[in-house]
């Protein structure tokens, strides 16, 4: 399949253009037998006989040019009508009746705050545009068919013309200080530069950009999710004239403030916030990461150094307790307490160490001997005293060291007591 993508170089048209490149390279193989041959990148810096030579030879196009903060509201409907117009066009000219998605945007159903949006009315525009152009194929084809063989070829039509009317979207390489709250947030807050939130309460529906290429990649293979709409409302039907990403998420912008700035303050809490699968924390989390100035991708952690070696908490997670890294000089000997609920993994990652632990009350000791030639996970139980030595005479020894909670120094849990 070769694939046409207008205003590549956009947020929407790099992020589409990086994968549909990873499918032709092999890189991404998760889409099934689903094959590109070729992507062809047009956007508003390229040739018009570029257009011309795509159009002739591509099998699907995703049509993201637009114009969304001209300098005169004219150009709203020259940018998203008129190139619209000269795509289709085009695709006439070569008789090239291959699949077409239009990038379009809620505001195209002019209704309540977007009544008067001459943005939403050149939206609008190229809607029903693209509805007239498979109307006038359909038109062409009944006078060239009987009505059974137009029923049937109708049928095969039902992937021809795609058009999706997108909410407000977020993600990487989104461009701050233009039409987009949360990558002007991200990218404020990242570089510790002032955000204005008149009104926190307010509510916004969100597309995260990996959900939007997915749903993309579901339209090359004719699996777009179908709909129709009433205002605002999405409905999903069979046979709609439109198409929706069918996940997407309603947050306030006053959650989306707080969030940002807990994730701003990660470095010197090591708290990583709860991100659960799916979730908009998680997405929104990669969003903010990817706005980090070059100073801020790396960040020191406070490592506890004495004679025996070193102790650093390297990252503590909501709910879930700790991960630390642990240096043990050689010869030398660490632990030697126990816990009444508190437990721990020691992953010994470099080096030649033993792991003792004894049951509290008891003499009975159990032993693993263990080596970051084959790393295995030790338990350190709950109720059992335990140490970890470090058995060479040269090398130190470093253990990855998991806690199921956060050390609170006013209640420890921890009490010394030889093996």
Not at 324 to 352: C, D, M, R, Y
Request: glycine share 6%; with cysteine.
């Amino acid at each position: 399949m070769k694939v046409l993508v207008t205003g590549a170089k956009g947020f929407v048209g790099k992020n589409l253009c990086a994968e549909l490149n990873n499918i032709k390279d092999g890189k991404a193989r998760c889409y099934g037998d689903l094959k590109i041959d070729a992507v062809y990148e047009y956007d508003i810096d390229s040739k018009p006989e570029e257009l011309d030579d795509y159009c002739q030879d591509c099998d699907f196009v995703f049509n993201l040019a637009g114009v969304n903060r001209p300098k005169e509201q004219s150009e709203f409907m020259q940018g998203n009508f008129g190139f619209a117009s000269t795509l289709l066009d085009t695709l006439k000219k070569y008789n090239n009746r291959c699949p077409v998605m239009l990038s379009s945007s809620q505001q195209a159903s002019l209704t309540g705050r977007f009544g008067n949006s001459e943005y939403g009315r050149s939206k609008k525009a190229g809607e029903e545009l693209f509805l007239q152009y498979e109307q006038d194929f359909l038109l062409s084809n009944s006078k060239l068919t009987t009505d059974s063989q137009l029923s049937t070829l109708n049928s095969q039509l039902k992937p021809r013309v795609l058009i999706y009317r997108f909410p407000n979207l977020f993600g990487k390489w989104c461009r701050p200080n233009y039409n987009s709250a949360v990558a002007t947030f991200c990218n404020n807050i990242a570089n510790d530069l002032p955000i204005t939130v008149n009104d926190p309460s307010v509510e916004l529906e969100l597309l995260y950009i990996d959900d939007l290429v997915a749903e993309m990649m579901n339209a090359l293979q004719g699996k777009e999710h179908r709909c129709d709409f009433d205002g605002l409302g999405v409905f999903p039907m069979e046979k709609g004239l439109y198409c929706y990403c069918p996940v997407t998420h309603h947050v306030k912008l006053g959650e989306i403030v707080d969030l940002l700035y807990r994730f701003a303050e990660q470095p010197k809490t090591l708290m990583i916030p709860q991100i659960p699968e799916g979730s908009f924390a998680k997405k929104l989390y990669s969003t903010y990461l990817s706005y980090l100035p070059k100073e801020k991708v790396a960040y020191p952690v406070k490592m506890k150094v004495d004679d025996r070696g070193s102790f650093t908490e390297l990252v503590h997670l909501a709910n879930c307790g700790q991960v630390s890294i642990n240096i043990s000089k050689p010869g030398i000997t660490k632990g030697q307490h126990w816990h009444h609920s508190k437990w721990e993994l020691f992953i010994v990652v470099k080096g030649h160490g033993l792991i003792q632990e004894r049951k509290e009350g008891t003499d009975e000791v159990i032993e693993f001997e263990v080596s970051g030639d084959k790393i295995e996970v030790v338990h350190m139980l709950p109720g059992y005293t335990h140490n970890i030595i470090n058995l060479s005479d040269t090398e130190d020894l470093v253990t990855v060291m998991y806690c199921n909670e956060v050390f609170n120094s006013s209640h420890p849990d921890t009490f010394f007591d030889p093996v």
